[in-house]
């Protein structure tokens, strides 16, 4: 996943943090557990909890690498629910709801096809 460090926005950083620190009490590991398993000092792992880290880093992409977080795709609407996103396509063309809706109907037939063959 190596890419050259890129600098991210205050925003960014938070949500980054925050995935980390809860990721990393997710696998059960403490701060010197994930240190020595990414080979990066607990203390630097501390500040990047902490939101003090701006940039993903060679160290940054190890402890997201282990911890199977991209950095890159957090603001990307991953927090969002899906049908507030599927309201925001709708909303913002005709023809995005056009393809929702083939979609949709799509979706209902493969499920009632489904149905008939189980029963």
């Not at 050259?4 to 950083?13: I, P």
């Not at 949500?15 to 990721?23: G, N, S, T």
């Not at 957090?74 to 969002?80: I, S, T």
Request: with cysteine.
């Amino acid at each position: 996943m190596h890419i050259m460090t890129q600098e991210l926005n205050k925003n960014s950083v938070q949500k980054l943090a925050k995935r980390i620190h809860e990721k990393r009490l997710e696998c059960g590991l403490t701060l010197v557990d994930l240190g020595s398993a990414c080979d990066v000092h607990h203390s630097q792992l501390s500040r990047i909890e902490r939101g003090k880290v701006v940039r993903v880093s060679k160290n940054m992409e190890k402890i997201c690498t282990f911890l199977q977080i991209n950095p890159y795709t957090l603001d990307k609407d991953q927090d969002v629910p899906l049908l507030d996103r599927v309201e925001r396509v709708i909303a913002s063309s005709s023809a995005s709801a056009r393809a929702i809706e083939s979609l949709v109907t799509a979706l209902e037939e493969l499920t009632e096809n489904r149905t008939r063959h189980t029963d």
